[in-house]
């Protein structure tokens, strides 16, 4: 039987914002925020230090990457919604979408 995990979407668009990220306990760092202007919005993207030292994101880089929403908070601190960068997109992600697209309705 399969198992299941979160659900992953498509944020593709330009960086428009960066900002370091640290661990809520240790406050040491922990990776970076990026903030993505896509078509009618933006999407704020978390990337590990290891994944942001890979890509290296700078203003203005046009982007297209898989990412999991998630949440966190409760009790005496505010609920916050993130993203969390999964891979960067491929063709084949493309082509999948498309046949999506193509199927009738």
Same mark, same amino acid.
């Given at each position: 039987?399969?198992?299941?995990? *979160?659900?992953?979407a498509?944020?593709a668009?330009v960086v428009?914002?960066? *900002?370091?990220?640290?661990?809520?306990?240790?406050k040491?760092?922990d990776?970076? !925020?990026v903030?993505v202007?896509?078509?009618?919005?933006?999407a704020?993207?978390?990337? !590990?230090?290891e994944?942001?030292?890979?890509?290296k994101?700078?203003l203005?880089?046009?982007?297209?990457?898989?990412?999991?929403?998630g949440a966190? $908070? $409760?009790?005496?601190r505010?609920a916050?919604?993130y993203?969390s960068f999964v891979? *960067?997109?491929?063709?084949?992600?493309?082509d999948r979408?498309? $046949?999506?697209?193509?199927?009738p309705k």
């Amino acid at each position: 039987m399969p198992v299941l995990t *979160e659900a992953a979407a498509v944020v593709a668009g330009v960086v428009a914002g960066i *900002e370091a990220v640290n661990d809520f306990n240790t406050k040491q760092p922990d990776g970076v !925020k990026v903030l993505v202007a896509t078509d009618d919005g933006y999407a704020s993207v978390k990337l !590990k230090p290891e994944i942001a030292a890979s890509i290296k994101p700078t203003l203005g880089m046009s982007v297209g990457w898989i990412v999991r929403p998630g949440a966190n $908070g $409760g009790k005496d601190r505010d609920a916050r919604t993130y993203t969390s960068f999964v891979r *960067e997109l491929n063709p084949g992600d493309l082509d999948r979408l498309a $046949g999506f697209l193509r199927q009738p309705k």
